[in-house]
T-cell receptor, first 116, second 111 residues
Framework: GAVVSQHPSWVICKSGTSVKIECRSL??????MFWYRQFPKQSLMLMAT?????????EQGVEKDKFLINHASLTLSTLTVTSAHPEDSSFYIC????????????FGPGTRLTVL | GENVEQHPSTLSVQEGDSAVIKCTYS??????FPWYKQELGKRPQLIID?????GEKKDQRIAVTLNKTAKHFSLHITETQPEDSAVYFC??????????FGTGTRLQVFP
């Protein structure tokens, strides 16, 4: 399967600042990446679908102006949490989908964001 | 949109016993059903998946069954071992590549 990395693995920031999380597909050109958020002891909630060269598709209830997604190349998607607040503290995980039509997703190691 | 329910939320078994986790989905167009294992603080790892043209799939101690008519699928782990302890998530996809996850099952295997 695809090898996916994320950076940073963890970050602590002050309330009101912005944080950028990178997701890289190391051995596969990914036209589509997904961003999930996972609160403690909860499931993965899909936030948005990141499409290379076009705008991201956000799930209902996810603020696109707060969670900025950029997918400028086939190997890199970034998620920027703008004006972060303590309630944004969570585990953010990206995934890469494999060959079109095969549905398999390969996950990054996740980024733990703590907003003070 | 798709909705996936998962039961039970927690499951405790003795080492060597079997464990069964069940999921139901709502979108009849869903055609791909993976199962993920997630250890604390780690990424979800795909352990087995099944597509809608197959009723059952097995990989060593792990098997998945799918009932399209009833819109439910199940994960079966036989001869459980302590290292099987983790949170397991089912998911469903309707061909858009988007995965909708179940709520998770915390499995504890006691030696």
């Amino acid at each position: 399967g695809a090898v996916v990395s994320q950076h940073p693995s963890w970050v602590i920031c002050k309330s009101g600042t912005s944080v950028k999380i990178e997701c890289r597909s190391l051995d596969f050109q990914a036209t589509t990446m997904f961003w999930y958020r996972q609160f403690p002891k909860q499931s993965l909630m899909l936030m948005a679908t990141s499409n290379e060269g076009s705008k991201a598709t956000y799930e209902q209830g996810v603020e696109k102006d707060k969670f900025l997604i950029n997918h400028a190349s086939l190997t890199l998607s970034t998620l920027t949490v703008t004006s972060a607040h303590p309630e944004d503290s969570s585990f953010y995980i990206c995934s890469v989908t494999g060959l079109a039509g095969y549905n398999e997703q390969f996950f990054g190691p996740g980024t733990r964001l703590t907003v003070l | 949109g798709e909705n996936v329910e998962q039961h039970p939320s927690t499951l405790s078994v003795q080492e060597g016993d079997s464990a069964v986790i069940k999921c139901t989905y709502s979108d009849s167009a869903s055609n791909y059903f993976p199962w993920y294992k997630q250890e604390l603080g780690k990424r979800p790892q795909l352990i087995i998946d099944i597509r809608s043209n197959v009723g059952e799939k097995k990989d060593q101690r792990i098997a998945v069954t799918l009932n399209k008519t009833a819109k439910h699928f199940s994960l079966h782990i036989t001869e459980t071992q302590p290292e099987d302890s983790a949170v397991y998530f089912c998911a469903a996809s309707s061909g858009t590549d988007k995965l909708i996850f179940g709520t998770g099952t915390r499995l504890q295997v006691f030696p």
